[in-house]
Nanobody, 127 residues
Framework: QVQLVESGGGLVQAGGSLRLSCAASGGTFSRYAMGWFRQTPGKEREFIAGISRNFGRTSYADSVKGRFTISRANARNTASLEMNSLKFEDTAVYFC????????????????????WGQGTQVTVSS
C-alpha cells in the first residue's frame, strides 16, 4: 500500500499563500488519483481538491475554487496543493489521500473513495 506524508503547513496571514506537499511511497504513484481534504475540530473531513491518475483532470470544492491549485509530479511521487488568497476559514488540518482502482480520468470527491491517508499538516490563517 501507499504511504503518504504531508508537509508545508504553517501560519500565514489572511490573503497570503502557502504550498503543501505530499510525498508518496510504497506503491505505483501514477496508478492513484490524489486528493486533498481538510478537517477542523468537531467537523467532518471535507474534500478540497483532487486530481486524476491521468490527463490532468482536476476537481475543487466550491469554497476553494479559483484560489487553490492541485498538481502532481508522477516522476517525483508527489502531489501538491498551492493555496492562494487564504482566508481565516481555511484554517484546518490538511490531509493528503490516494484513491486506487479508478478510471484514468476520474476525480473522486468522497471520503470513502480514498484508500490511503497521510497524517495531516496544520494550516493556520490569521486575520
Amino acid at each position: 500500500q501507499v504511504q503518504l506524508v504531508e508537509s508545508g503547513g504553517g501560519l500565514v496571514q489572511a490573503g497570503g499563500s502557502l504550498r503543501l506537499s505530499c510525498a508518496a511511497s510504497g506503491g505505483t504513484f501514477s496508478r492513484y488519483a490524489m486528493g486533498w481534504f481538510r478537517q477542523t475540530p468537531g467537523k467532518e473531513r471535507e474534500f478540497i481538491a483532487g486530481i486524476s491518475r491521468n490527463f490532468g483532470r482536476t476537481s475543487y470544492a466550491d469554497s476553494v475554487k479559483g484560489r487553490f491549485t492541485i498538481s502532481r509530479a508522477n516522476a517525483r511521487n508527489t502531489a501538491s496543493l498551492e493555496m492562494n488568497s487564504l482566508k481565516f476559514e481555511d484554517t484546518a488540518v490538511y490531509f493528503c489521500a490516494a484513491a486506487r482502482s479508478l478510471a484514468p480520468s476520474s476525480v473522486p470527491r468522497g471520503l470513502v473513495d480514498y484508500d490511503y491517508w497521510g497524517q495531516g499538516t496544520q494550516v493556520t490563517v490569521s486575520s
